[in-house]
C-alpha cells in the first residue's frame, strides 16, 4: 500500500533571501549565441523550448540563469514511523511528513529555496542532500554530514538556502549513513523549458529497490559480507512511486491513466540503495529529452537503463490500440545487482477500464552496463584536450582494509587509491577551511581542485584487488562531462570525446573498467566524490575535493546545528559504525 498522507510541505512566496553573488567562468562563456534573448519566447504545450525573460533551453545554466524573486518555501518534518509500501508486513520506518516517498519539492527555474528541517528522530542525526543541484556558491547547503556541516540532532532543526540555477528532475536524500533507505527520500522539480514538446507532465516517477530489513541491518550485513569479498543483501522488492505488489500477490500496483493522442512527460529517477534498473512500456517507445539535469538533443528508444542517482525525462506518446499496458522496471542483470523481483504499473487508456495487461516487453538488450551512447548535450560544448594527458589525475577504485573511527578495528573497506573515506561528524571539513587549518587528516580523503576557470580532468578506474562490478560515480557541486568509458582496464588507447561529451552529475564506471571525466572549476566549496550504491560510499568508496577555500562561507546557522550536534553526540544511542556518509 503507498503511504501518501495529505501533504504537509508548507510552500509559500516570500521577499527573496540574500545569497553570494553568482559568477561564471571566463573560459566558459564564449559562445554567445546560446544565450541570445528572445522576449516573444513563451512557455506552452507546442514550444516547450522557451520559457520567459528571454531564457530558453538554449540557455546553459551553467552561463546565465534567472534570478526570480520568488522564494519556494518548504517545512519537512522527520519522524520514526512504520510503513508497508508492497503489502508484505508493516517494518520500521524513517518518513518525511509522515510519508513515502517524502513530498515533492517543486520550484521555477531561477527561484530561491527555503527548505526546514525538523528532525523528530529518536535516535538519529540526519543532514538533507539535494542531488545533483549545483548549489552555486552555496556549498554549506550541500547537506553532507562531516563535510559541509554537523548532522541535525534528534530535537534540533536546520534550514538549507539556495537558488535553482538549474531546470529539470531530482530528487533529495538523507547522507547520514545508509538513511535513505528506511524512506528519507522525495522527487524535486524545478520548471524549465525542454528540448521536446508534450502535453502533460506527469511529474515524477520515483523507482526503488526496497528491503524488508532496516537500512542500518542492511548496512551491517553488506559490511560483514564484505570481509569475505562477498555481495551484499538483495532487496525483496522494485517500488514504483513507493508501491508495487509482493512476490505472494498482495499490495497494488502504481496505476496511470492516458489519452489517446496525448504526448506525456515522465520524470524518471532511480532512487536506489544498490539497484540498477532498465525502464520501459510495453508497446510505446521513449524519446528521451534529458540525462541528468542537463537538456539532450532528444532521441528514441525502448529501454532505458538507469543507474542509481540518475534521471531521465522522457515523452511517451499515447499512439496504440486503447488498453492496459506495463510499464516495467527490472533489475539491470548486466550490472551485476539483480536481485529476483520486477517492479510494474499499469498504464490504462482512458476509455478503456483497467485490467491486468499481456506479457508484451521490449527485447532487452546487453551494454555491459554502459551508458547509452546516444546522449548529446542540447548545448554544443568542446573540452579542452590539449592538457588531458599532463593534468589527468586516476583515482583507483579499490578494496583494502581501514578503520571507521572511533572504532578502531581494522576491516575490509571500499577505497580510492587505497585509502577509505570517514568523515568526522564534529568537525566537517568546513570548519577546517574556515578555520585555516590544512591539517587534513588522511581519512578525510581530500584533494584540492585547479585554480578558478581551470580545467579538471579524473581517470576513474577499477583495480585488480576489486570485484569486477560496475560503480555509478556521482559528483557534488557539479556536473561534468563524460570524455568515455570503457569496460576493459585502461591502456591509453582509447579514443576520448573532447568535441561533443556526454554530461551528467552520475556516471558509471564499468566493472574491470574505467571512466573519464572533466569539469572546470568555478564553484568555490567542499565537494564529495563517490559511488552511490548506499552500501559502497557507507564502506568507505568515496573522497572529496576542496575548490576555491578562501571563497567558502559557511551557511547561516552553522554553529548553532554543530553545537547541538557535539552535545548530542556524546551520549547517542547508535555509535558511528561506517563512513558517516
Known amino acids: 500500500m503507498k503511504l501518501l498522507t495529505s501533504l504537509a510541505a508548507i510552500v509559500s512566496v516570500s521577499e527573496a533571501f540574500v545569497l553570494p553573488a553568482e559568477r561564471l567562468s571566463s573560459e566558459l562563456s564564449t559562445i554567445e549565441e546560446r544565450q541570445t534573448a528572445d522576449p516573444e519566447c513563451v512557455h506552452g504545450p507546442q514550444t516547450r523550448r522557451c520559457w520567459s525573460g528571454g531564457y530558453s533551453v538554449a540557455t546553459d545554466f551553467d552561463l546565465k540563469h534567472p534570478e526570480t524573486t520568488v522564494t519556494r518555501s518548504y517545512t519537512l518534518t522527520i519522524t520514526n514511523s512504520t510503513c508497508n509500501p508492497d503489502g508484505n508486513g508493516e517494518r520500521l520506518c524513517q518518513l518525511i511528513n509522515g510519508q513515502y516517498p517524502g513530498p515533492t519539492i517543486t520550484a521555477d527555474w531561477g527561484d530561491l529555496l527555503s527548505i526546514k528541517i525538523i528532525n523528530k528522530l529518536e535516535d538519529n542525526g540526519t543532514a538533507i542532500h539535494f542531488h545533483g543541484v549545483r548549489q552555486l556558491n552555496t556549498c554549506g547547503a550541500d547537506g553532507v554530514p562531516g563535510i559541509t556541516q554537523c548532522p541535525i540532532a534528534p530535537g534540533a532543526e536546520f534550514t538549507y538556502l539556495f537558488r535553482a540555477t538549474q531546470f529539470g528532475t531530482s530528487w533529495y536524500h538523507s547522507h547520514f549513513s545508509n538513511q535513505y533507505g528506511d524512506g ?238 570517514n568523515v568526522n561528524w564534529s568537525r566537517p571539513t568546513v570548519s577546517f577551511v574556515d578555520e585555516g587549518d590544512t591539517d587534513y587528516t588522511p581519512e578525510m580523503h581530500v584533494m584540492h581542485l585547479q585554480d578558478e576557470g581551470k580545467w579538471n580532468y579524473y581517470l576513474i578506474q577499477q583495480t585488480g584487488s576489486a570485484p569486477p562490478i560496475p560503480h555509478p560515480i556521482h559528483l557534488h557541486g557539479h556536473d561534468f562531462f563524460v570524455l568515455g568509458q570503457g569496460s576493459t582496464a585502461w591502456d591509453g588507447t582509447a579514443t576520448l570525446n573532447f568535441a561533443t561529451p556526454p554530461r551528467r552529475d552520475t556516471a558509471t564506471v564499468p566493472g574491470g573498467g574505467w571512466l573519464a571525466i572533466a569539469f572546470p572549476s568555478n564553484n568555490p566549496g567542499t565537494w564529495l566524490l563517490h559511488c552511490h550504491i548506499a552500501f559502497h560510499i557507507g564502506e568507505g568508496l568515496g573522497m572529496q575535493f576542496i575548490e576555491e577555500a578562501g571563497k567558502i562561507v559557511k551557511p547561516h546557522g552553522y554553529d548553532e546545528t554543530c553545537s547541538s550536534w557535539r552535545a548530542y553526540e556524546k551520549g547517542m544511542y547508535y555509535p558511528k559504525h561506517d563512513s558517516g556518509l
Open 184 to 421: 528519507v527520500v522525495g522527487a524535486m522539480v524545478f520548471n524549465g523549458p525542454a528540448t521536446s514538446n508534450y502535453d502533460v507532465d506527469l511529474g515524477p516517477y520515483s523507482l526503488t529497490d526496497w528491503y524488508y530489513a532496516t537500512a542500518f541491518e542492511t548496512s551491517m550485513q553488506s559490511m560483514i559480507s564484505l570481509q569475505t569479498q562477498g555481495g551484499p543483501p538483495k532487496a525483496n522488492n522494485i517500488l514504483i512511486n513507493g508501491t508495487n505488489k509482493n512476490a505472494a500477490g498482495g499490495g497494488a500496483y502504481n496505476e496511470v491513466a492516458i489519452t489517446k493522442g496525448k504526448k506525456y512527460r515522465l520524470r524518471l529517477i532511480n532512487m536506489s540503495v544498490d539497484q540498477y534498473m532498465r525502464v520501459s512500456l510495453d508497446g510505446h517507445k521513449m524519446t528521451v529529452m534529458t540525462s541528468d539535469f542537463v537538456p539532450i538533443k532528444p532521441y528514441v528508444t525502448e529501454t532505458l537503463l538507469i543507474a542509481i542517482g540518475q534521471r531521465y525525462d522522457v515523452i511517451i506518446t499515447a499512439n496504440q490500440t486503447a488498453g492496459s499496458y506495463f510499464f516495467r522496471v527490472d533489475p539491470a542483470a548486466d550490472c551485476f545487482a539483480a536481485n529476483d523481483h520486477f517492479g510494474r504499473a499499469i498504464w490504462t487508456y482512458s476509455d478503456v477500464s483497467p485490467s491486468t495487461p499481456p506479457e508484451n516487453p521490449w527485447p532487452v538488450p546487453t551494454t555491459q552496463c554502459l551508458e547509452p551512447s546516444e546522449m548529446a548535450p542540447y548545448w554544443k560544448q568542446a573540452v579542452p584536450s590539449n592538457s588531458f594527458s599532463s593534468d589527468v589525475t586516476r583515482l583507483n577504485v579499490n578494496i583494502t582494509t581501514g578503520e571507521f573511527l572511533p572504532d578502531p578495528d581494522t576491516i575490509v573497506v571500499w577505497a580510492i587509491d587505497d585509502q577509505n573515506i
